[in-house]
């Protein structure tokens, strides 16, 4: 059967015959199904595991339509012509499809790859198609199992959040009744309240940032932007970290040398200022952190920088992911949120974070927001 000489395939049986033994070996033993289709959309032959995966016979498998019988009627069927014509055309497809069964009707979901080649001289349309219900029901079982862990972080935290808050606070008072109606606190004593009050605020933190991380998750994080000056998030953020800039004995310098105004929420931002300053504090005791804050045409710039031992380049990406430390086995405390809660803060004001390499060393975490 050939016309203006190249062959034409009618049937299976034609194009088995004339590709070989050989070929249909290979043909039969692909581990995806496969189909071959003339350009009108006739199907001419298939493999083994197409039968297997359709369940249905040899004879049988060409009669049927990918349209109307191998396809679910969830699917979009606009698509599939529209794909068609672009195969056609010479554009290799990709996409995910939910397939039938023609004979009980069941469905499953399946990614299809279809190209346009040349065989013994004829134009066909190439099918693989790969069962992927095994995978997708992991993947919804575990985006449940995400969602019920999401909501019991959300609840435990906001439980906790004013117990702890209270407990703060009357660690708070009876450390200053005691300084007041005391000359002078047993050392143990006076140690052991600022313990308290450290752990108490330690804990409090940590399940702000856990309910944070979940309103993130749920996309729920509240942003109020309103118009504000960049000055006065960097000094609070500042005053919120002193303790711990004290603390680690590093020396704070400022470069602030315009107001900057623009529309943010300056509590959200000033999280995230203080997140990255207290990520400096704790891996870079003892170094200077510069703060500077710069314009940049239509955007704000902050920058943190630090004297530590900086932070390897293959890691500069990874740091804002969750649950991600600098030093994993170091003694460190934190569950490694807060560069986290950075970019996704900085990211809903349509902003960027990095972190650069100095080349004096260190670090230098950079905010980036539009005005």
């Known amino acids: 059967m050939e016309a203006d000489g190249n062959r034409t395939f009618q049937n299976a049986a034609d194009l088995m015959r004339l590709a070989g033994p050989a070929f249909k070996t290979l043909f039969d033993n692909i581990y995806d199904a496969v189909l071959l289709h003339a350009l009108d959309g006739r199907i001419l032959a298939v493999n083994r595991k197409m039968l297997e995966m359709y369940r249905v016979t040899a004879g049988e498998s060409c009669s049927f339509s990918i349209e109307t019988d191998y396809s679910s009627e969830k699917n979009p069927h606009e698509r599939l012509r529209a794909t068609w014509d672009k195969v056609i055309a010479g554009e290799n497809q990709f996409f995910d499809w939910t397939a039938r069964r023609p004979h009980d009707g069941s469905t499953f979901d399946v990614e299809v790859f279809l190209c346009r080649l040349t065989l013994l001289g004829t134009d066909l349309i190439l099918a693989t198609v790969r069962d992927v219900s095994h995978s997708k029901e992991i993947e919804r079982q575990l985006r449940s199992a995400l969602a019920v862990r999401d909501e019991f972080l959300s609840v435990t935290s906001h439980e906790l959040k004013t117990p702890l808050a209270s407990l703060a606070m009357q660690v708070q008072l009876m450390v200053r009744k005691f300084r007041r109606e005391t000359e002078a606190l047993p050392e143990w004593s006076d140690r052991l309240l600022e313990g308290t009050l450290e752990s108490v605020t330690r804990l409090s933190k940590l399940m702000d940032d856990l309910l944070d991380v979940s309103r993130m998750e749920q996309a729920k994080l509240s942003i109020n932007p309103r118009k504000a000056d960049l000055r006065s998030i960097v000094h609070q953020a500042i005053d919120k970290m002193s303790g711990a800039l004290m603390q680690a004995k590093c020396d704070v310098?400022?470069?602030?040398?315009?107001?900057?105004?623009?529309?943010?929420?300056?509590?959200?931002?000033?999280?995230?200022?203080?997140?990255?300053?207290?990520?400096?504090?704790?891996?870079?005791?003892?170094?200077?952190?510069?703060?500077?804050?710069?314009?940049?045409?239509?955007?704000?710039?902050?920058?943190?920088?630090?004297?530590?031992?900086?932070?390897?380049?293959?890691?500069?990406?990874?740091?804002?992911?969750?649950?991600?430390?600098?030093?994993?086995?170091?003694?460190?405390?934190?569950?490694?949120?807060?560069?986290?809660?950075?970019?996704?803060?900085?990211?809903?004001?349509?902003?960027?974070?990095?972190?650069?390499?100095?080349?004096?060393?260190?670090?230098?975490?950079?905010?980036?927001?539009?005005?």
Not at 290 to 301: F, K, N, V
Not at 357 to 366: I, K, L
């Open 253 to 371: 310098r400022l470069e602030i040398p315009e107001t900057i105004e623009g529309f943010w929420d300056c509590d959200r931002l000033t999280q995230a200022l203080s997140n990255v300053i207290s990520n400096s504090a704790k891996y870079a005791a003892g170094s200077k952190v510069t703060i500077r804050t710069l314009l940049r045409g239509p955007r704000a710039r902050i920058e943190v920088e630090d004297g530590g031992s900086g932070i390897d380049v293959n890691s500069h990406a990874a740091i804002f992911d969750k649950f991600t430390r600098l030093q994993p086995q170091s003694h460190k405390k934190g569950l490694g949120l807060g560069l986290y809660i950075v970019r996704q803060i900085v990211e809903a004001h349509m902003g960027t974070v990095h972190v650069e390499q100095p080349a004096a060393g260190g670090s230098r975490f950079v905010i980036e927001l539009p005005l």
